[in-house]
C-alpha cells in the first residue's frame, strides 16, 4: 500500500525552481508533521525541511534556507516543497515523509518513493 507518493521533480538549469508534491493517502494525514529529505549519489540522506501538523512551524536544513520553501494543504492531502535558485549541489532523489516533528529520519514513520532532481550548471 502506497500511502506517500511524490511528483514533481525533473531537470533544471543552474538557477531555476522546482515544485515538488506529496499526495498522501494516510487517513490522519492531519496529525502528521511532514519532512523532506534528499539523497545524493554515495552520500546519505539528509533533511531538507519539515513543517508542523499545524503549519505553524517550520525549520529548513541550513543548506536551502531562503531558497526552499515547505508548505502543506490538510484538506488535500498534500505537502509541497517550493525550491527556488536551484544549484548543482540541490541534486538529488527527494523523499517526502510523514512522522514526528523532527530533523532526523528516524521521528518519520511512512516514506515516499522520492522523485529525481537534476540540477544542470
Known amino acids: 500500500q502506497v500511502l506517500l507518493v511524490e511528483s514533481g521533480g525533473g531537470l533544471v538549469q543552474a538557477g531555476g525552481s522546482l515544485r515538488l508534491s506529496c499526495a498522501a493517502s494516510?487517513?490522519?494525514?492531519?496529525?502528521?508533521?511532514m519532512g523532506w529529505f534528499r539523497q545524493a549519489p554515495g552520500k546519505a540522506r539528509e533533511f531538507v525541511a519539515a513543517i508542523s501538523w499545524s503549519e505553524e512551524t517550520t525549520t529548513y536544513a541550513d543548506s536551502v534556507k531562503g531558497r526552499f520553501t515547505i508548505s502543506r494543504e490538510n484538506a488535500k492531502k498534500t505537502a509541497y516543497l517550493e525550491m527556488d535558485s536551484l544549484k548543482p549541489e540541490d541534486t538529488a532523489v527527494y523523499y517526502c515523509?510523514?512522522?514526528?516533528?523532527?530533523?532526523?529520519?528516524?521521528?518519520?514513520?511512512?516514506w515516499g518513493q522520492g522523485t529525481q532532481v537534476t540540477v544542470s550548471s
Open positions: 515523509a510523514a512522522g514526528s516533528y523532527h530533523t532526523v529520519a528516524a521521528a518519520y514513520s511512512y
Open positions: 494516510l487517513r490522519t494525514f492531519s496529525s502528521y508533521a
